[in-house]
């Protein structure tokens, strides 16, 4: 099945997660960066820089020097083209397809010169289809009969769709971006689908399991087969950026080897609402949910909160993505927010 109701949804998934150490607010005067000791650039001031209507939006991912947000069916399907310096709409493309989960995001990815979107198609089939990033047009789609695409994951093996499936069980459909068949399917057993990402050498999905569990299951992609799985012991929340994967678990966050599928250290004790994870500009960002669903950044040496923004009065954050010195944050009430970092 699909999320809850909004109030129920929201309401559940900021219980019970796990206890954090208290974050470091910031707003209004923005100061230099400081530099890391390897030299990079390290944000560590945050404001909220705009919002915008948008329609009711789903998920939103970076790309291609744009942001890019998907809207529900309740907007005909599309997707907004959104140049990242300035928050203008450059594009709004029509797609036969809407990820449609409330919270959480999923079903949209920018990969390969284009952006991918799953959901649900025409006659509530699954439906996948790819946008052309250089003319904005929709330049292939594939149908998927099994069912309901709960979201997908893109790399030069192929196109990795995660099925929404039962309580019991789902899969993957592995398509032939070329030729548009379907090349492998892959049984996971034990709940509905959620997130799936390409983690270098794997395939990561994770599913839900009854009101407030969740796994992670790497795939192999040389055998199209299941070859390691984590318990999560929470609702799953998956995410992958800057060459690393991050799940949330019952105890915390922590990161995930790539080619096994399991904890690659020590898991971060931090407090999250366990329903949007982002990984980028210089850590990995959850809402914190005793700071009003605030958008937290974790450093990944430590394991702290080094930077929390809280979000514009009176919205719901839903969804995160995170460009190059900004993140975007997805909201219930029909907008969406930059938040710039310096």
């Given at each position: 099945m699909r999320l809850l109701p909004r109030l129920v949804a929201l309401a559940g998934l900021a219980l019970g997660l796990v206890l954090i150490a208290p974050a470091c607010e910031t707003s209004g005067q923005l100061k230099s960066a400081s530099p890391s000791a390897s030299g990079a650039t390290v944000h560590d001031r945050a404001h909220v820089a705009d919002t915008i209507r948008v329609g009711r939006a789903t998920a939103a991912a970076y790309g291609m020097g744009?942001?890019?947000?998907?809207?529900?069916?309740?907007?005909?399907?599309?997707?907004?083209?959104?140049?990242?310096?300035?928050?203008?709409?450059?594009?709004?493309?029509?797609?036969?397809?809407?990820?449609?989960?409330?919270?959480?995001?999923?079903?949209?990815?920018?990969?390969?010169?284009?952006?991918?979107?799953?959901?649900?198609?025409?006659?509530?089939?699954?439906?996948?289809?790819?946008?052309?990033?250089?003319?904005?047009?929709?330049?292939?789609?594939?149908?998927?009969?099994?069912?309901?695409?709960?979201?997908?994951?893109?790399?030069?093996?192929?196109?990795?769709?995660?099925?929404?499936?039962?309580?019991?069980?789902?899969?993957?459909?592995?398509?032939?971006?070329?030729?548009?068949?379907?090349?492998?399917?892959?049984?996971?057993?034990?709940?509905?689908?959620?997130?799936?990402?390409?983690?270098?050498?794997?395939?990561?999905?994770?599913?839900?399991?009854?009101?407030?569990?969740?796994?992670l299951m790497r795939i192999d992609p040389a055998t199209n087969r299941v070859d390691g799985t984590f318990d999560l012991g929470t609702y799953p929340s998956l995410a992958y950026g800057e060459g690393e994967a991050w799940v949330v678990t019952g105890d915390g966050l922590v990161r995930i080897e790539s080619s096994t599928g399991r904890p690659a250290g020590a898991t971060a004790d931090v407090f999250s609402t366990g329903d949007a994870l982002a990984v980028g500009s210089d850590g990995v960002w959850i809402l914190n949910p005793r700071k009003n669903r605030a958008v937290s950044r974790v450093n990944p040496a430590d394991g702290e909160i080094d930077l929390s923004v809280r979000p514009v009065k009176d919205a719901t954050p839903i969804a995160i993505a995170v460009a190059p010195g900004s993140v975007w944050v997805v909201n219930y009430e029909n907008s969406l927010t930059r938040i710039d970092l310096r």
């Open positions: 744009s942001v890019w947000v998907s809207l529900s069916a309740e907007h005909g399907g599309s997707v907004l083209r959104i140049d990242p310096r300035t928050t203008e709409v450059r594009e709004k493309i029509a797609v036969p397809v809407a990820p449609d989960w409330e919270v959480g995001g999923g079903g949209l990815v920018v990969t390969l010169g284009s952006v991918w979107v799953g959901g649900r198609g025409p006659g509530d089939e699954g439906t996948i289809a790819r946008i052309d990033g250089r003319t904005n047009r929709v330049a292939d789609t594939f149908t998927l009969h099994e069912g309901a695409v709960a979201d997908l994951a893109v790399n030069e093996q192929g196109i990795w769709a995660l099925l929404s499936g039962s309580a019991e069980e789902t899969q993957v459909v592995r398509i032939d971006p070329a030729s548009g068949e379907k090349v492998g399917r892959i049984p996971l057993v034990g709940g509905e689908g959620r997130f799936i990402v390409s983690a270098q050498d794997s395939i990561l999905a994770a599913i839900r399991k009854g009101p407030g569990g969740g796994t």
